[in-house]
């Protein structure tokens, strides 16, 4: 089974694929949407921690397979993206360790099958490069992505598949968090969709101007995105705020949760060779 791993600055999701032929007793549940590709056994969303050890994240990784009924030693490949540099070594350490595999890096030299064209293609983030492989395959082009993370993320393909540039906007959570710790008078409040625009009190002013004007931000640079492009691209939201941001955008027309994770199977797939097996300790 592969292992894809894609290391966030606030979460890393981890996503157990059947691979081709593979035979055992883990079957994947039934889809429950379009975005659930069928080979997908397991997927788990954890809080990324720059100074976890080797063990404290191995302990971890063995327990959620255990509670699923799983073992490590059934993943027979491992792939990873990640945006946080000092993780890297730790999680090659416990692919290494804890499942004795030899983990693939989405890093500069990997088949990816999509020209990027931008000034310096190795500054692009890893799962930023993912999420544009999945999209044009799985969508077409010309088409739009928008991941809302710690950092909001817009990345735009070609009609012929071509990475051709983006935005970076900082996440509704890093806005939400800077109004806070700068206005002395208002305490924190669950960031949410109010019933009216017009709030009546203190909470409902904040809920108001921090979700419809993140909307406001989100749907503004789309709507210029897609007059520059000059043509109709379709937009696909993914990352932990999708849907509750998603539903009052004009232009988000998909919603794709596993959209990362797939792009990983993907690549992967472009990449597939044998990993040699590490001996264990």
């Known amino acids: 089974m592969l292992l894809a791993v894609d290391v966030g600055n606030t979460n890393t999701v981890l996503g157990l694929y059947r691979l081709e032929n593979e035979s055992d007793a883990i079957a994947p549940p039934a889809p429950t949407s379009p975005s659930d590709a069928p080979q997908l056994a397991a997927h ?4 990324t921690h720059r100074t976890q050890t080797v063990d404290e994240y191995g302990v971890l990784f063995v327990n959620l397979f255990n509670m699923h009924g799983m073992a490590p030693n059934q993943v027979t490949h491992i792939i ?25 890096f989405v890093e500069p030299g990997i088949k990816t099958g999509m020209p990027v064209l931008v000034d310096n293609p190795s500054e692009l983030g890893a799962d930023r490069l993912v999420n544009a492989i999945a999209a044009f395959e799985r969508y077409g082009g010309p088409c739009v992505v928008v991941d809302f993370g710690t ?27 800077a109004l806070f710790s700068r206005a002395a008078r208002l305490g924190r409040v669950d960031i949410k969709r109010p019933a009216k625009v017009i709030g009546t009190n203190t909470v409902t002013h904040l809920q108001s101007g921090l979700y419809y004007g993140y909307i406001g931000l989100v749907d503004g640079i789309l709507e210029r995105m897609i007059a520059e492009l000059g043509q109709p691209a379709r937009v696909i939201a993914t990352g932990g705020l999708a849907r509750q ?20 199977l993907i690549l992967f797939e472009r990449n597939r060779t044998a990993r040699p097996r590490t001996r264990p300790h």
Not at 80 to 104: A, G, I, N
């Open 44 to 47: 788990w969303r954890i809080s």
């Open 151 to 177: 950092a909001t993320t817009f990345d735009v393909i070609s009609a012929k598949g071509e990475y051709l540039g983006g935005a970076i906007a900082p996440g509704l959570g890093i806005s939400a968090d």
């Open 80 to 104: 990873v993206s990640s945006v946080v540099p000092p993780v890297d070594s730790t999680l090659r350490q416990v692919c290494e360790s804890y499942f004795h595999v030899q983990p693939l």
């Open 245 to 264: 941001i998603s539903s009052d955008s004009r232009f988000i027309a998909e919603i794709d949760d596993m959209l990362t994770l797939d792009g990983l």
